[in-house]
């Protein structure tokens, strides 16, 4: 299974001749499991056509950066942020000019500028355009600015020249894309995580619950599969497939999810609580369907286990590494809770805003841990899942 399954490529294609090897990339991509969106500069579309593209990755193609509709919908923030990686194939020399320069008078080069995602470009040029000094230097600006650059390859070339400057095939593309979302940080360890609500039975057709969807604590558990961990997904009820890599432990209620983290945290490093555990449950669950006779019904409820607690209590424990989910005076709670259950870290959010709250594809998140406080820009819950991970492993 190829690193690039599920993750979300953004294809930037400028104005060269090697364009037409980008449709071929796009097909490529999707081969590994990859989903595709392509952004096209106005010289592009003189070598190969918007519609190609668009039949080819299934999805609307970008090219215009004050278009109405288009910022009123996908608009260039929301490219930047979608993407896992920005791909520039081909990168000419005037793009890559663009970009040392810092320029965002196109689309694909605002987009470089906002997105959080690495940036990838694969070279094409003629030979004597590739040598010249000024290319050379815009090419070691880039590097220092941490774009990786793919190529270029060397052989013939559409003007009849011979010498470097030949974009590389998609294959080798995709073989130098694929390392990034491979970074070995936690190979060799065993990373458990929770995700997603619990159920409390009140009957047999009815339970308390949230509105936790699991995005977040799967998109961690890919993330640390990706590092290399043997990653173990310990989820109450979602409509969420289980990431590759990853093995499933289904639960629904809070006791249920409390044994399963018990038995697998048993060997292992890394225990993330990133699921939202209910906190009470119904004392006693009624056998059968409780009838609406009267117009009103007391429930009994009690205290659910505290699992990250218990988790962080163990003589033998991992890094135990909580969740805050808060509508009100966030830092203070997640400090607390950092405190008062002796964590090695939390992270904590706003789920009283909209944008970033439970079922929402985005996140934007506090990491505290005693010594450091810091705030993390709003990102997809992928792209904030690998800087989480990096940021775990450290500890």
């Not at 047999?204 to 043997?230: D, Q």
Request: hydrophobic letters at 45%; a negative charge; glycine letters at 6%.
């Amino acid at each position: 299974m190829s690193s690039l399954a599920n993750k979300r490529i953004l294809l930037g294609v400028s104005g060269g001749i090697a364009a037409y090897k980008s449709a071929d990339l796009v097909r490529r991509l999707q081969d590994v499991g990859a989903s595709v969106r392509v952004v096209m500069t106005s010289a592009a579309m003189e070598f190969i056509t918007p519609l190609t593209m668009q039949a080819l990755s299934g999805h609307q193609v970008y090219h215009s950066l004050l278009d109405p509709e288009a910022e009123a919908g996908m608009g260039h923030i929301e490219l930047a942020r979608w993407a896992d990686v920005m791909l520039i194939a081909p990168a000419t020399a005037d793009l890559m000019a663009q970009l040392a320069s810092g320029l965002a008078d196109s689309l694909l080069t605002a987009i470089c500028l906002a997105t959080p995602a690495p940036v990838v470009i694969a070279p094409a040029m003629n030979q004597g355009m590739w040598s010249k000094d000024s290319t050379q230097h815009n090419l070691s600006t880039l590097k220092q600015r941490n774009i990786r650059v793919l190529g270029p390859a060397q052989g013939q070339q559409a003007c009849g020249d011979v010498g470097l400057g030949r974009m590389l095939e998609p294959l080798d593309i995709i073989a130098g894309i694929e390392p990034l979302f491979a970074t070995g940080c936690l190979a060799g360890k065993k990373v458990v995580i929770t995700a997603g609500p619990t159920r409390e039975a009140i009957d047999p057709v009815r339970y308390i619950s949230n509105h936790s969807s699991g995005k977040m604590g799967y998109a961690l558990a890919e993330a640390a599969a990706e590092a290399g961990a043997h990653t173990v997904l310990v989820s109450g009820p979602t409509h969420l497939a289980c990431p590759e890599r990853v093995s499933m432990r289904q639960v629904v209620s809070a006791a249920d999810m409390l044994a399963a983290c018990l038995e697998e945290t048993a060997d292992c490093q890394l225990f993330i609580s990133s699921a939202a555990v209910a906190d009470y449950r119904p004392k006693a669950a009624a056998s059968q369907k409780i009838k609406k006779d009267q117009d009103a019904m007391t429930i009994e409820l009690e205290k659910n286990p505290d699992i990250i607690a218990t988790i962080a209590a163990l003589p033998n424990r991992p890094v135990s590494v909580g969740f805050a989910a808060e509508t009100q005076h966030v830092l203070d709670y997640a400090r607390g809770k950092l405190l008062r259950k002796n964590l090695d870290a939390i992270i904590a959010n706003d789920v009283s805003r909209n944008d970033i709250g439970f079922n929402s594809d985005d996140n934007q998140v506090y990491f505290i841990t005693k010594e450091v406080t810091e705030e993390l820009p709003t990102l997809s819950k992928t792209q904030l899942a690998r800087i989480l991970i990096e940021k775990l492993a450290s500890l």
